[in-house]
């Protein structure tokens, strides 16, 4: 399920797995977010929600 737990998880193992990316955002670079929902992408074989990947991966680079 890409909604709920199964796309905040592809979304934590993104950020594990691209951790610099995950850092240059933090750091303000707007682009890295584009690195990291390549993976969640990638880890879900096409199938997530490139929007709803983003938003997943700023709340968790935001509030954790």
Same mark, same amino acid.
């Given at each position: ?18 951790? =610099?990316?995950?850092? *240059?955002?933090?750091a303000?670079? #707007?682009?890295? @977010?584009?690195? %990291?929902?390549? /993976?969640?992408?990638?880890?879900? =074989?096409?199938?997530? *929600?490139?929007?709803?990947?983003? #938003?997943?991966? @700023?709340?968790? %680079?935001?509030y /954790?």
């Open positions: 399920d890409e909604r709920g737990e199964g796309g905040e998880g592809l979304a934590k193992q993104a950020i594990e797995e691209k951790k =610099k990316s995950a850092d *240059d955002f933090k303000g670079k #707007e682009n890295a @977010i584009q690195a %990291l929902i390549g /993976g969640v992408m990638r880890l879900s =074989k096409g199938k997530a *929600d490139a929007g709803k990947a983003r #938003e997943i991966l @700023i709340k968790l %680079l935001h /954790g």
